[in-house]
């Protein structure tokens, strides 16, 4: 991934952003499927979705890894959904994924889906990001929209704020929500300490952040909307995370070995260590699970 790429990738969002989805999309634009679909397993909720109350912002290419683009790759669409308290940084995390710059901000107000393709480890996966999660209404009417958030995601993520402790309280709970709600699924949940620019403001540490990662079996990353920082690397993340469970081992193998390639030195030698270590240590096992719970790119 280089900048050049990103700020290309960027210009055909921003020509493309007011080209509105139509109605029919979540039955499928005929190219692809958003409905429960046989030949599409990983979509197959029979959640019913109401177009007329959210909007799909913009369909855009978003190659970050342009020059390993392999046309052999599959194109699939998943369902990202945000969830967290308000204020955590939901809505600002989704405006980067779109490309939206503040000053489109405005202009875009009260959408809450954004569709976006992006070119990871060489093959193109499209995902429609929801910020649709909302905690604060709880009227009747409103209870639908949460019933359907944790029915129709292909994979979640639990935002809370490292300045805010009751937002990471609530994480927990929303997790729990989860496992209820889906049960018997293997499906990707990321938990991710937003504003981690704020430092000085922290109430909630790395080790908190990893330590309940660890304990509810999902993945962690930290990130700032406010910098940018590893917010793409999330998203690269959710979509590494859904290949590792749609595809076969093999499959995945081979992507791994290229992406392995790409590895800097030093995370060779530290994934190398941890795992030899760990071989003959059942407490280190555990470590490097808690370690491994930061890799975005391994189950
Ligand atoms: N410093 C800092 N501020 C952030 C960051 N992310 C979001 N904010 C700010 O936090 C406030 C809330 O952000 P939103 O993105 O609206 O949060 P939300 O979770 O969507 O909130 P609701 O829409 O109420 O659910 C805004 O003022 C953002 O500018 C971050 O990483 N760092």
Not at 28 to 56: C, E, F, N, V
Not at 133 to 156: L, R
Request: with cysteine; hydrophobic share 30%; net charge positive.
């Amino acid at each position: 991934m280089t900048l050049n790429t990103q700020r290309d990738s960027k210009e055909t969002l921003r020509r493309r952003a007011s080209t509105p989805l139509p109605a029919s999309h979540q039955a499928g634009p005929g190219d692809r499927k958003t409905t429960a679909d046989p030949q599409h397993p990983a979509l197959g909720h029979s959640a019913s979705y109401h177009p007329g109350d959210k909007t799909i912002r913009s369909r855009a290419s978003w190659s970050s890894d342009s020059e390993d683009s392999d046309s052999s790759g599959a194109d699939s669409l998943y369902r990202v959904v945000l969830l967290g308290d308000p204020g955590v940084g939901k809505t600002s995390l989704a405006n980067i994924y779109a490309g939206t710059q503040e000053k489109d901000a405005n202009e875009h107000r009260g959408e809450e889906s954004y569709e976006r393709t992006l070119t990871v480890d060489g093959e193109e996966t499209t995902l429609i990001v929801m910020d649709t999660w909302e905690t604060e209404k709880q009227e009747q009417a409103e209870n639908w929209v949460q019933d359907y958030c944790m029915q129709v995601g292909n994979a979640y993520v639990i935002v809370y704020s490292i300045t805010d402790r009751a937002s990471f309280e609530s994480a927990s709970e929303l997790r729990i929500q989860l496992r209820r709600a889906r049960q018997a699924e293997n499906i990707p949940i990321i938990l991710v300490g937003n504003k981690s620019d704020l430092v000085r403001c922290r109430e909630v540490s790395v080790e908190e952040g990893r330590g309940c990662a660890v304990v509810f079996d999902c993945k962690f990353i930290e990130t700032s909307a406010a910098l940018h920082h590893n917010v793409q690397e999330l998203f690269e993340g959710i979509v590494r995370q859904i290949r590792l469970r749609r595809d076969s081992k093999e499959t995945n193998e081979r992507r791994m070995s290229v992406y392995k390639r790409k590895e800097s030195i030093t995370k060779k030698a530290r994934r190398f260590l941890d795992r030899l270590v760990a071989k003959n240590n059942k407490k280190m096992a555990l470590k490097v699970r808690s370690k491994s719970c930061h890799d975005l790119s391994v189950l």
